[in-house]
Each structure stands twice: as structure tokens, then as C-alpha cells.
């Protein structure tokens, strides 16, 4: 589970660890390869017309695909939180080596964005 992994990954660094693409690239391509195969298991019929000795797997699936789910979003926003922690940390300005070695170029475009929308709310 790649997704755990991640995670763990967060718990265990300081500050934040560095971006991991791959590791985001495999959990969403296990969870559409979880909702592949719930299509194929389905074969168009709904969740209601299933026999009951096939309710179960489709239960299962359903789960690991929420499973993956969740876990991308709790990666994103624990990175997403210290990304505006550090602009009240460190000012407006990115220090280099975070700019670089650790964060995404969208984190990067969303610290920025997040330095403006701070600027403009202080103007109001």
C-alpha cells in the first residue's frame, strides 16, 4: 500500500519530505485500477441487483478505493498546511532550497498564490 507509505513518510520527517510523484502516481493509479475492477464486476448492473454472495466484494472494493482516496487527501493537506505554515514562518518569499529539492511546482504555484491572497486580505 503505497498510500500508507506515504503517510509514513510525513510522520517521520521533521518538516516535510520531499515530494513524492511517483508515490502519488501509484496510489491514484491503484485506486483507478480498484474502480476498473469494480466496473467489471458490476457489468453495468447497480449495487441493488447484485446477488447477495457477490455484495460482498463490491463492498470490499469500494472500501479500498475509499481507503486510497482518503489517504491522498490526508497527504496533500498535511503538505498543504505546511506550506502556509511556512509563509508565516518565512515571509513571502520561498527560501531556495525548499523551492528546489521539496516541493511540487504546484505546491510552489500555491505557496505564491497563497502569498497573494494574504497580501490582498490585508488590505480589507
Same mark, same amino acid.
Request: aromatic share 12%.
Given at each position: 500500500?503505497?498510500?500508507?507509505? /506515504?503517510? /509514513?513518510? /510525513?510522520?517521520?520527517?521533521?518538516? =516535510? ?9 501509484? $496510489? ?12 467489471? %464486476? ?7 441487483? =447484485? ?16 481507503? @486510497?482516496?482518503?489517504?491522498? %487527501? ?21 527560501? @531556495? %532550497? ?10 510552489? @504555484?500555491?505557496?505564491?498564490?497563497? $502569498? ?9
Amino acid at each position: 500500500m503505497k498510500g500508507r507509505e /506515504l503517510l /509514513l513518510d /510525513l510522520q517521520r520527517s521533521d518538516w =516535510l519530505p520531499a515530494y513524492d510523484e511517483d508515490g502519488v502516481r501509484q $496510489v491514484l493509479g491503484e485506486a483507478n485500477e480498484i474502480v476498473n475492477q469494480l466496473n467489471q %464486476h458490476l457489468h453495468g448492473r447497480s449495487s441493488k441487483t =447484485l446477488p447477495n454472495e457477490e455484495k460482498p466484494y463490491t463492498i470490499y472494493l469500494q472500501t479500498c478505493f475509499n481507503r @486510497d482516496i482518503r489517504y491522498s %487527501h490526508a497527504y496533500f493537506h498535511h503538505r498543504i498546511e505546511k506550506i502556509r505554515g511556512l509563509r508565516w514562518e518565512s515571509g513571502p518569499v520561498l527560501p @531556495d %532550497h525548499l523551492h528546489k529539492d521539496t516541493l511540487s511546482t504546484a505546491e510552489n @504555484d500555491y505557496f505564491n498564490e497563497y $502569498v497573494s491572497f494574504v497580501s490582498i486580505s490585508r488590505l480589507y
